[in-house]
């Protein structure tokens, strides 16, 4: 394991130069304190965990001081935003710091957000606060805990400097990890300024970096596409069997690597609702639980239409057909081990929906309704599980079909089978805003233990029974916009 001085610093993105980014400086927070470190995340970059406890790690990630081998760049992108192409976006509060280089040869960006403004932070302040910033981090974390593909987050520093947007609030700053940061917008900035070198260049350096197969292909960005596609359709197959609300699926905001990104007014599922609108500032809907789906596809397309100078449109469209059966298939196959079922049957899309439809019709907890299924056999947990059901002879009718398809194999291998895939612990609102009322206050320790909590979310933690409870009314109806 590795010091903070020791770290290799190999910083392919910046090499590309100044089309693709801006030479930026972090502007410092005042009094940086360390709120929360993951030593997972550590642990990427080669890290002793024993590194966070030193003044230089909280200087270091909030813009204090810098490695010398550090190149920070602010990259430039575009982007859909709520349906509308918004022609120059960029990284208007966060830095690419550099690249690190870990022992076994992967890289990882250091992404610094809420470093001050930048050629890209329009008419914004450049900063973050302390409520977004524990909030991106415990999602990072967490999502990855629960076999959801994720950037992650190293620490969150906090700080006396104030920030101001629906009130006065504590600045902060949050470290996240990604191997890249290249999003959809960045290829829709090339393409719609009609930079096809540089575009052409861009997918040279994203294709090699981080798809190197694709080269073996006879079409490399054809291949690049159906990757970049099949991976986002696994991640949005478990955002959905988990519940996850992303809030803000603009297309600056899709990872060309498939992963969670760019965090904003997420949410959990509580009770079962597919109409479920997390972000208050969504009127429309547009990225609602049961849109998720479609929009990915959506921004898929957007991506396609920005490789249309390199790639067929014919060859692009047989791709984008292939979008719903992958997701379809990811889907179910989740759902079913979700249900504890070994095998495939052609009606267990049928079983699935029509228990999700008396979910909805009831406001049955998502979270807790898998769980609890798996903890008994499938005939006592139906039995126990059917008084939080109005329709109690539509409950009984799923039932039954749901013990003859379960079959009555050995307890022991059932439940080990179903708490290995239905969490214990979810991230709920109400627990990460009790988290961070307590930081605002300068006690790190709740935000700290919830984050300890929720790594190991499928494990019964004792003394931790607290944050598996239902949710109390006033936490499933909080109120999440995209401000930050």
Request: include cysteine; charged fraction near 25%; hydrophobic fraction near 40%.
């Amino acid at each position: 394991m590795k010091t903070l001085a020791e770290l290799t610093f190999d910083n392919r993105f910046a090499r590309l130069g100044d089309t693709f980014s801006t030479e930026v400086l972090p502007q410092p927070l005042a009094d940086p304190q360390l709120v929360v470190a993951s030593t997972a995340a550590m642990a990427l970059l080669d890290l002793d965990s024993s590194q966070a406890d030193d003044p230089l790690f909280a200087e270091l990630f909030s813009g204090h001081k810098l490695w010398s081998e550090a190149e920070p760049r602010a990259m430039v992108y575009s982007g859909h935003q709520f349906g509308s192409y918004n022609p120059r976006l960029g990284d208007g509060r966060g830095l690419l710091l550099g690249e690190v280089r870990n022992e076994a040869g992967q890289h990882w960006d250091l992404h610094l957000k809420g470093a001050g403004k930048t050629p890209y932070s329009r008419m914004g302040d450049g900063r973050a606060v302390l409520r977004s910033s524990i909030r991106e981090f415990l999602a990072s974390e967490h999502l990855h805990a629960l076999g959801i593909p994720s950037s992650r987050a190293l620490c969150v520093t906090s700080s006396s400097t104030p920030v101001y947007r629906e009130t006065r609030e504590r600045g902060a700053m949050l470290l996240r990890l990604a191997p890249s940061h290249v999003r959809f917008g960045n290829f829709e900035f090339f393409y719609y300024t009609k930079q096809h070198d540089a575009l052409k260049q861009l997918l040279d350096h994203v294709i090699e970096c981080h798809f190197p197969d694709c080269l073996e292909h006879p079409e490399p960005y054809h291949s690049f596409f159906r990757e970049v596609l099949e991976r986002t359709a696994g991640m949005i197959a478990r955002w959905q069997a988990y519940g996850f609300c992303h809030g803000v699926m603009n297309t600056d905001n899709m990872s060309i690597l498939g992963i969670t990104f760019d965090f904003g007014p997420y949410a959990f599922l509580d009770d079962f609702d597919a109409h479920f609108i997390c972000n208050h500032s969504d009127d429309g809907g547009r990225y609602s639980y049961e849109n998720q789906v479609p929009i990915a596809h959506w921004n898929l397309a957007a991506l396609a239409q920005a490789l249309t100078p390199f790639v067929e449109v014919q060859a692009l469209r047989a791709s984008m057909d292939l979008f719903l059966p992958l997701y379809e298939a990811a889907w179910l196959d989740l759902m079913r081990k979700r249900l504890g079922l070994i095998d495939a049957r052609d009606d267990d899309k049928e079983l699935i929906q029509r228990l999700l439809q008396l979910m909805q019709d009831s406001s049955v907890d998502y979270t807790r309704f898998f769980r609890e299924l798996g903890d008994s056999p499938a005939e006592q947990s139906v039995r126990r599980l059917r008084e939080d059901f109005l329709d109690l002879a539509g409950f009984d009718a799923w039932a039954a079909a749901y013990r003859e398809r379960a079959g009555n194999g050995p307890q022991d291998e059932r439940q080990e089978r179903m708490h290995a895939v239905n969490p214990r612990y979810i991230l709920r609102n109400y627990l990460a805003q009790q988290a961070i009322e307590a930081a605002e206050q300068g006690d790190f320790t709740p935000v700290r233990e919830l984050h300890q909590v929720l790594s190991r979310p499928f494990d019964d933690q004792p003394g931790m029974e607290r944050y598996a409870e239902r949710p109390p009314e006033w936490g499933k109806h909080l109120e999440i916009s995209c401000s930050s």
